[in-house]
């Protein structure tokens, strides 16, 4: 099993920067990719952005130049630096890991609300 817990989540006015942590616990090995997704009210669930081993990270277009994804593998963590904060940002952020072991297990976090005010 694999626990995901995320913190970093808040009120920012509009321009505002929030850094988002994940942090994973339990049975963590072969890691796929790990990343972040967002829901807005009355919206699907959709990608920000998302590392995959051995590959660059890849983003959503609507926060591209403005957010960054890292990871510290020591640490089990996934970071979302988010810059330029905009009123549409506003959503809660969930943490996703995925795992191939060859099966694919997937993990979400509880999530964590970010608000940006304008």
């Known amino acids: 099993q694999v626990q995901l817990v995320e913190s970093g989540g808040g009120l920012v006015q509009a321009g505002g920067s929030l850094r988002l942590s994940c942090v994973a616990s339990?049975?963590?090995?072969?890691?796929?990719?790990m990343g972040w997704y967002r829901q807005a009210p009355g919206k699907q669930r959709e990608l920000v952005a998302r590392i995959i081993s051995g590959r660059n990270p890849n983003y959503a277009d609507a926060v591209k130049g403005r957010f960054t994804i890292s990871s510290d593998n020591a640490k089990n963590t996934v970071y979302l630096q988010m810059n330029s904060l905009k009123p549409e940002d506003t959503a809660v952020y969930y943490c996703?890991?995925?795992?191939?072991?060859?099966?694919?297990?997937?993990?979400w976090g509880q999530g964590t609300q970010v608000t940006v005010s304008s």
């Open positions: 996703n890991v995925i795992l191939i072991r060859p099966l694919v297990y997937e993990y």
């Open positions: 339990g049975s963590i090995f072969s890691v796929n990719s």
